[in-house]
């Protein structure tokens, strides 16, 4: 009788999920390496401790095709910035998605980094437009190593006013902040307009993303530095 935790191979390693149909809609041509990411968290993401193993089972859903969505948010050809990016979530979905893209994952911690590096080496398409930069997104040597960005992206990383923060010197005027929030951050982002304005953040809206994708549909919160 299954106690409902993911099932194990021969090894006892939890199975890699299989590819549910949207997956070829979302990454197209770039498919096998969605399926290879999805494999690599199953695999070295559980075992270095970025991934729960219980998590293995809706890798698909809850992570991948998840972070995905968020392409509906980004414009196209944008410089796109992951920060606290830990297994590459939501950056490295996101940019199977949109090969248009030009993204950076922004982590501190060293073994995340390793995991990041691996991950692109594999995943990236030449000539690539992916890099791994290691620092937190208030470091100013991470500010000065990413340059310009049109758009941030973060998932679960702080509540929204200290991501701001934390993001501020990234966020040059007119670049975008797109967060992937939970319900909690979205019950409270009525009472948090006053300090994310305050921040310098405008045009701040709940943006439903990844509708076609069933239950990996979710919400981002998107807002604007402003010029000031």
Do not use: K
């Amino acid at each position: 009788m299954s106690d409902g935790g993911p099932s194990a191979g021969a090894a006892g390693v939890p199975e890699v999920p299989a590819a549910p149909a949207q997956a070829a809609e979302v990454f197209g041509a770039a498919l096998p390496a969605a399926q290879r990411y999805v494999a690599r968290l199953a695999s070295d993401g559980v075992t270095r401790g970025l991934i729960g193993p219980r998590e293995v089972p809706r890798l698909w859903e809850r992570h991948v095709l998840n972070s995905a969505a968020v392409a509906e948010a980004v414009p196209r050809d944008a410089r796109v910035v992951d920060v606290g990016s830990g297994a590459g979530l939501p950056g490295i979905p996101l940019g199977l998605a949109r090969p248009d893209i030009a993204l950076t994952l922004v982590e501190p911690m060293a073994r995340r980094v390793e995991f990041l590096e691996e991950a692109v080496a594999d995943l990236a398409e030449p000539p690539s437009t992916w890099r791994v930069v290691r620092g937190r997104a208030e470091d100013r040597s991470v500010v000065a190593a990413v340059g310009g960005v049109d758009v941030v992206t973060a998932r679960a990383v702080a509540p929204l006013p200290r991501l701001v923060g934390w993001c501020r010197g990234l966020l040059r005027p007119g670049a975008q902040l797109v967060a992937l929030v939970g319900s909690r951050a979205l019950a409270e982002l009525p009472a948090l307009r006053p300090e994310l304005h305050a921040a310098g953040m405008r045009d701040i809206e709940a943006r439903a993303v990844g509708a076609s994708l069933g239950d990996a549909a979710t919400t981002v919160v998107v807002m604007t530095r402003g010029d000031r």
